[in-house]
């Protein structure tokens, strides 16, 4: 059976694109399996304090995904005829995650809470992020997530007639891939508080920067585009954590 990109659920009169249907049910089911996390689990931040803190992770995730989309490609950006609505229309998970870290920081300094609060988020991510990852790739070359032409056995016709890498599919192995790695890992040793967090985000960092040479987009001069450059900054960021894991690596992990 072929499939035509993009995909669209109709419902009699009714049609929408799987994508926002996705996008959705990533968010939702993201967030509730994050209280029930945090109801199985005893939650060391103070209930208002968590409040701040989402709304912080919300509002940084918000503006930066908008941020870092719309400057993808900054040509397009700078001579829109409507600047607001091309910065509206285009996100990216890597603006959210680095600008909902920023922000996160900011309000915890704010509030004045000194633990880490990222570990309860760490596997609602994962689960949304895949989940969402399967409406990107219902959208084909209609977005900004597909990958370059290949040979490869498993490439796919995304819908212009040429194989290409199925981009959104291997971050969906990657990000099953990660999850499976943090409860094997988990079963045999304690990581010291917020070290889930930042193992996360490093290694999805790490993932999209390299991942992003077989998408196509614009590059700038020196051969990187927007998002790999937040990577780097993302990495930069935890180089701290870089190296205790290389070099001190009994300082991020403890035996049980």
């Known amino acids: 059976m072929e499939i035509t990109f993009p995909l669209v659920f ?17 968010i939702a089911i993201g967030f509730q399996y994050f209280l029930y996390l ?17 709304v912080g992770a919300a509002l940084g995730a918000l503006i930066f ?27 990216t998970i890597v603006g959210a995650l680095f600008g909902g870290l920023i ?13 880490s609060s990222g570990d309860l988020f760490v596997y609602p991510l994962l689960l949304g992020m895949m989940i969402g990852r399967i409406g990107c790739l219902s959208m084909g070359i209609h977005e900004q997530t597909y990958g370059l032409p290949s040979d490869l056995p498993w490439a796919l016709y995304l819908g212009d007639g040429i194989r290409r890498h199925p981009v959104a599919l291997y971050e969906i192995l990657f990000l099953g ?9 988990e079963k045999n040793v304690n990581f010291r508080e917020g070290i889930r967090f930042q193992f996360f985000l490093m290694a999805y960092f790490i993932f999209r920067f390299m991942i992003d040479f077989i998408k196509p987009g614009y590059k700038f001069s020196f051969g ?7 990577c ?8 701290r954590t870089f190296y205790q894991l290389f070099f001190h690596p009994k300082q991020l992990l403890h035996n049980k």
């Open 103 to 115: 922000c996160v920081e900011i309000v915890k300094k704010i509030i004045g809470e000194k633990r």
């Open 38 to 54: 945090r109801r199985k689990q005893k939650d060391t931040i103070s209930e208002p304090n968590r409040l701040w803190i989402l």
């Open 177 to 185: 891939t990660l999850w499976l790695s943090f409860v094997c890992i």
């Open 10 to 26: 109709r419902f009699g009169p009714f049609s929408i694109l799987a994508h926002l249907v996705f996008e959705v049910l990533g």
């Open 232 to 239: 780097l900054l993302g990495m930069l960021y935890y180089s």
């Open 65 to 91: 995904s908008r941020l870092i989309g719309s400057l993808e490609n900054p040509v397009q950006f700078f001579n829109s005829p409507n600047r607001l609505l091309y910065f509206y229309l285009n996100k």
């Open 224 to 230: 990187l585009s927007t998002i790999q450059l937040t």
